[in-house]
């Protein structure tokens, strides 16, 4: 794996100012939204790990329709070099954010740039100012737009493409971003386990221990709504005490939910109880991103027709597990590491049926030593490191 300083001498030989024209634009309008959303196309063309996303989803991304923006104030800047779209950036303020945490953070997000040192940092000056205007004290990044959806900067794993809903970047990025003071504030883990790995002899003596007081089920469809709202309980009080945590609200949960209906499958979700009480769930989709790469973003005219064959019929090799929580009364006990096993345990299973060969558990905090320790158990391997920077203002 390339790590984050493979470009040092790209970045040497590009540290000055070009003696172009760079000016930071912000949008507001259908036209520079659409630059806005297409400028990752010109900067990943030669690079083969990087996934086109669906043009509909980044447009509803940041639509003020998405229920992000009922809490969080926003703002978007394209960069443009003699003309011609060089680089992006968003700032954000997260109102439930400094409602919890009262420590003046304000965010920025869904950098893309030229590797030039000028236009990461004009982007980089232009949010900064924006949240200061804001009264924030520290910006923080990249989150795009939450820390509930997409966020950190890939600094390790280039040479394998994305999963579904995880970033990509150009190995420069890391370097360009910490030139403009920024240091590293948390690391984000994404580890791959195989299909079909035997329990090992821990696993094996939790489950034995607790199995009489443990049951487990796939999610019903046919009662969408409840078990939704279950699911929406245990994750909101399993992650209540997680570094950076902001609660999801109900319409957040719902409109993930509702974009994803279709994708999950019923046996990929698993539910467990500890004596008839939700008290664990874990949520498995298939990676998306093995089945769109060719479409270049468009789901028309054929889009539709090529993602729902291949969803159905192909079916991916891979998947995602994007949610997963325990209750936090449990955590830290020979319970909730039985809770833990056991919904990985059953979806791995599950998995296996359906044919999927690699399951991608993201992401997971570098000092939550209990989840990976269960999940290295698997036979897990980090195979992505992605880094949240911070910077005082």
């Not at 740039?113 to 900064?128: K, P, S, V, Y």
């Not at 597990?321 to 299973?349: C, F, H, N, P, T």
Request: net charge positive; with cysteine.
């Amino acid at each position: 794996m390339k790590d984050a300083n493979s470009n040092n001498s790209a970045q040497k030989n590009n540290s000055k100012p070009s003696d172009s024209i760079l000016q930071i634009v912000k949008v507001k309008d259908r036209k520079t939204r659409n630059t806005f959303i297409r400028l990752p196309w010109s900067l990943y063309k030669d690079d083969p790990m990087w996934i086109p996303p669906l043009l509909l989803e980044r447009r509803m991304h940041i639509s003020p329709k998405n229920p992000y923006f009922e809490h969080a104030t926003c703002c978007f800047w394209i960069a443009f070099r003699d003309g011609n779209p060089v680089g992006r950036i968003s700032a954000q303020i997260d109102h439930l954010h400094l409602e919890r945490h009262r420590d003046g953070t304000g965010f920025w997000g869904m950098l893309e740039a030229e590797d030039n040192i000028e236009t990461f940092r004009e982007l980089l000056n232009t949010a900064e100012s924006w949240l200061c205007s804001k009264g924030m004290k520290q910006a923080r990044g990249p989150l795009n737009l939450s820390v509930n959806q997409e966020c950190g900067l890939l600094i390790n794993g280039y040479d394998t493409p994305p999963s579904v809903m995880m970033g990509h970047s150009r190995p420069y990025y890391a370097g360009r971003i910490e030139q403009c003071g920024y240091n590293k504030e948390k690391d984000l883990l994404a580890y791959m386990i195989s299909g079909d790995v035997e329990p090992s002899t821990t696993r094996k003596m939790v489950i034995r221990k607790t199995k009489n007081r443990i049951q487990t089920r796939t999610l019903r469809k046919s009662h969408f709504d409840e078990d939704l709202e279950i699911v929406f309980s245990i994750f909101n009080d399993a992650w209540a005490q997680n570094w950076g945590f902001v609660p999801f609200t109900q319409k957040e949960f719902e409109h993930v939910a509702k974009d994803l209906k279709l994708l999950i499958n019923e046996q990929f979700v698993r539910i467990a109880y500890v004596d008839d009480i939700p008290a664990a769930f874990i949520v498995l989709l298939p990676n998306l991103n093995e089945v769109i790469k060719d479409l270049n973003g468009a789901l028309l005219p054929f889009g539709w027709l090529k993602l729902l064959w291949r969803l159905k019929v192909k079916h991916p090799q891979t998947g995602r597990v994007m949610l997963m929580g325990v209750l936090s009364r449990y955590q830290e006990s020979l319970l909730g590491a039985a809770l833990a096993y056991r919904v990985i345990g059953d979806m791995q299973k599950a998995v296996v049926k359906r044919g999927l060969k690699e399951i991608e558990l993201s992401w997971i905090l570098e000092d939550n030593a209990g989840a990976r320790a269960i999940i290295e158990d698997f036979g897990g391997r980090v195979y992505k490191t992605y880094r949240i920077y911070n910077r005082e203002l």
